[in-house]
């Protein structure tokens, strides 16, 4: 072996340990930095063997419902979770939400943690400190919300709706935030000890999937054995039945360039995605907001038949129409996060009505009472004039409240001492199984979009015959070697960085399905990254580097030699995985494509001038010289 290839060799030695270690800290910063992870359930840190949702083997299974049946819970219907046996939806455990005197408050003063700040920080610069400033974002929320029932938040723009829904959801993530009062589940607090599920406002789903084969990867993750093939395939049926998804199941989801499903139909399949974990408790974040008033009514429906199996289901909601109206059974309705009523929706006119608020003929009562409970800040006549009105009605509410929840001594000591055995939470799939499902996903998704696939390929090839052609039989005399060594570089450079941001634009596509999906804890963040690179071994990982090194270097006219060849290719190989790795890194330290291509842009020109071909190291500050033996662009 020449000096050269020792020298080649001992370049690729240092570049494995790097793409190694680029790929454990992406695992690092994955799972560190999703916004959304939790933690594991007590289950869970307990070790405790969970089970899924069971009825006896022998029975014969539950029909399935597929009409909306609006009459009230058959609570007769409601098992909780034995022993061994068939998944069915209408296994639910019931579970009542207590909510009392829950306030939040948010520190708003300028903080060096908090960029946003950053302004403000500035102006109070050198000023002295007026200590923290906080902004009271809900005060003294109360409300009882017994299983069966379907529970809207309604409220103006920035009433606090989504907080309250976060706030008891155990989704709001600041240490800025201050929190008093409590949530409890049956008497416990923490949303954990019961089976729960959050649908999000945006429809976070894989637009080449069909509907079934959405469900489907979701049931593989989500249960894992004991829950056999042919259960989970069971499930997935109930729950398309059950959702209304019959007639689209073998439907495309679709995105804005390929149509597939409707918006309506979108939103049933984030509901189904979360069902399939056949939750006691269903928060939803404004899933009626971008539906047309048909679809958004039928939304409503469905939410209404998932609570009469028994279900407790939370949702804030947006302007609902009058028909949407009579499907709910409480109502919290905020202003400026106080709660000016929190109560059944049948006692909720009379109170207001009571109250000297009468609802006009004809008017839809929601409009009405968020009317009410909105303050009107066209003209400071109307800001005062309805200021006065919202005190008045916090007021009265909050008098009513501490007759309505106050909770006597005898309550609360038969809370402690009933306090029911804690469900155990279902365990999700292994890191295999994850490594499987995800891999196969990625398979189909990679197949279902041909245009991505052919675009690598055709980049590889372009870029190979274009360089090439530059570089086109160089000669052997002195300005040949030098063009040589151009032409090296080039490769290395050019292919990396081109296939980084292809790789990029793709990551900001998928990674907010793996948000949610680590979120709701199912897929973590090894499994996801190798499941991708293994997806497309066969039709990208391989086949790009070697197009692209088989033209390139021939057409430029390096020794036709196999050996010096796949000494080449597996440089070329190499640097095609750190381009990923790199890719991987920026995107889980900023999820958007502009902020992620910015990193890795930075990265990847620092990696260029300390590669040696930009500047003589020894000509740059001793103490950033070391960086030439970190650059993976070889020279
Ligand atoms: N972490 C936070 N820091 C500072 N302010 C916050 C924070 N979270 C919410 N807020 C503020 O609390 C208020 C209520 O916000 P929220 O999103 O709950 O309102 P909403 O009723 O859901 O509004 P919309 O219907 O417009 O979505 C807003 O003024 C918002 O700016």
């Known amino acids: 072996m020449g000096k050269d290839n020792v020298v080649l060799w001992a370049r690729v030695g240092l570049i494995l340990p790097l793409t190694a270690v680029g790929l454990f800290a992406d695992v690092l910063a994955m799972a560190s930095s999703n916004p959304n992870t939790t933690t594991p359930s007590h289950d869970e840190q307990n070790g405790e063997k969970p089970v899924t949702l069971d009825i006896d083997a022998n029975e014969p299974s539950s029909p399935v419902s597929t009409s909306m049946d609006l009459g009230r819970p058959d609570l007769s219907r409601r098992r909780s979770v034995p022993a061994v046996g068939h998944l069915s939806l209408d296994d639910v455990e019931a579970v009542e939400v207590q909510i009392r005197n829950l306030s939040v408050t948010v520190d708003t003063s300028p903080s060096i943690w908090d960029p946003a700040t950053y302004p403000d920080l500035l102006k109070t610069f050198g000023k002295g400190h007026n200590g923290p400033t906080t902004k009271t974002l809900l005060s003294s929320v109360n409300a009882s919300l017994k299983p069966g029932t379907l529970t809207a938040i309604l409220g103006g723009s920035g009433s606090g709706k989504t907080t309250l829904l976060n706030t008891v959801a155990e989704r709001m993530f600041s240490s800025r935030l201050s929190q008093s009062g409590t949530t409890t589940f049956n008497g416990q607090q923490g949303v954990h000890s019961v089976r729960h599920a959050y649908v999000m406002q945006q429809d976070i789903l894989l637009p080449t999937l069909t509907v079934r084969e959405t469900l489907q990867y979701s049931a593989d993750l989500r249960l894992p054995p004991p829950t056999t093939k042919e259960e989970r395939m069971r499930i997935v049926e109930e729950v398309i039945l059950e959702l209304g998804l019959k007639d689209c199941a073998n439907t495309r989801i679709g995105n804005s360039q390929h149509r597939g499903c409707s918006g309506g139909e979108k939103r049933r399949v984030s509901i189904g995605v979360q069902l399939l974990a056949n939750p006691s408790i269903l928060f939803l974040d404004e899933p009626t907001t971008g539906l047309d008033a048909t679809s958004a009514y039928q939304l409503v429906r469905t939410l209404k038949a998932l609570a009469n199996k028994g279900r407790t289901i939370i949702t804030t909601i947006h302007q609902p129409r009058s028909e949407i109206w009579d499907l709910f059974d409480n109502l919290i309705i905020l202003s400026k996060g106080s709660p000016v009523y929190s109560g059944t929706m049948k006692e909720c006119i009379p109170w207001f009505s009571d109250l000297g608020f009468q609802l006009p003929a004809f008017v839809n009562p929601a409009e009405f009472l968020i009317d009410q409970a909105a303050i009107d800040n066209r003209s400071p006549e109307l800001e005062e004039e309805s200021t006065a009105r919202v005190e008045r009605l916090k007021a009265a509410w909050t008098e009513e409240s501490q007759k309505l929840f106050s909770t006597s001594a005898s309550e609360k000591t038969a809370e402690t001492k009933d306090k029911p055995k804690r469900p155990r939470i279902g365990q999700h799939a292994n890191f295999f199984r994850q490594l499987r499902v995800l891999t196969d996903r990625a398979l189909k998704v990679t197949y279902r979009d041909p245009m991505g696939m052919a675009g690598s390929i055709m980049e590889a090839i372009l870029m190979a015959i274009i360089t090439g052609y530059i570089f086109f039989n160089l000669s052997r005399d002195q300005p040949g070697i030098r063009s040589r060594q151009a032409a090296l570089y080039i490769s290395v450079g050019l292919q990396g960085y081109l296939f980084l941001t292809f790789e ?108 040696g071909y930009f500047i003589q190291s020894n000509t740059i500050p001793v103490y950033v010289r070391w960086t030439k033996y970190i650059t993976y662009t070889v020279s």
Request: charged letters at 15%; hydrophobic letters at 50%.
């Open 504 to 611: 990029i634009f793709r990551l900001t596509l998928d990674i907010p399905t793996f948000d949610r999906e680590n979120s709701e804890g199912c897929v973590t963040a090894l499994p996801f990254i190798l499941s991708r690179r293994l997806a497309r071994l066969f039709t990208e990982d391989i086949p790009v580097p070697f197009l692209y090194s088989v033209i390139f270097y021939f057409m430029v006219g390096f020794d036709s030699d196999v050996s010096k060849f796949f000494t080449f290719f597996s440089i070329i190989l190499l640097n095609h995985y750190i381009a990923v790795t790199l890719a991987m890194s920026s995107v889980s330290a900023v999820r958007h494509f502009p902020g992620a291509s910015l990193i890795a842009n930075l990265a990847y020109t620092l990696q260029s001038m300390a590669c």
